[in-house]
């Protein structure tokens, strides 16, 4: 698993690449984590688009960051959940919840405009 943290105009885009499974995770956990922890993280977008597949364990670091960002009243969305993690997504009922755009300008626009 990789990560780029990177921010834009007061949004926090974190950009995985790989497997989001429990083996993986331990290596963006903790720095990730504590990134997105912070309470004056407000807006964040995770961009999916290059994770090959997901299981229970990264299904749960999605949720707790969505719960972490709405707690603080903030804006959480994902980019291009596909295959094997849309459909994991599907199956567990989880996406009426996230906000999902196709492209990273698309989601930084929608983030910017709330």
């Keep these: 698993m990789e990560y780029k943290i990177k921010k834009v ?3 926090t885009l974190l950009a995985l690449e790989g497997e989001l499974l ?3 995770l331990s290596v963006v956990n903790d720095r990730v984590i504590k990134e997105i922890a912070d309470p004056s993280i ?3 977008i995770i961009d999916l688009s290059k994770v090959e597949c997901v299981d229970s364990h990264g299904i749960g670091f999605l949720v707790t960051s969505y719960k ?3 707690s603080r009243n903030g804006r959480f969305s994902l980019i291009s959940p596909a295959g094997p993690v849309e459909k994991k997504l599907r199956s567990l009922g989880l996406l009426p919840f996230f906000l999902i755009f196709n492209s990273r300008d698309d989601a930084i626009a929608s983030a910017s405009e709330a």
Aim: net charge neutral; no cysteine; hydrophobic share 40%.
């Design 9 to 11: 105009d007061g949004i």
């Design 22 to 24: 429990f083996d993986t």
């Design 42 to 44: 407000k807006k964040l």
């Design 68 to 70: 972490n960002i709405l």
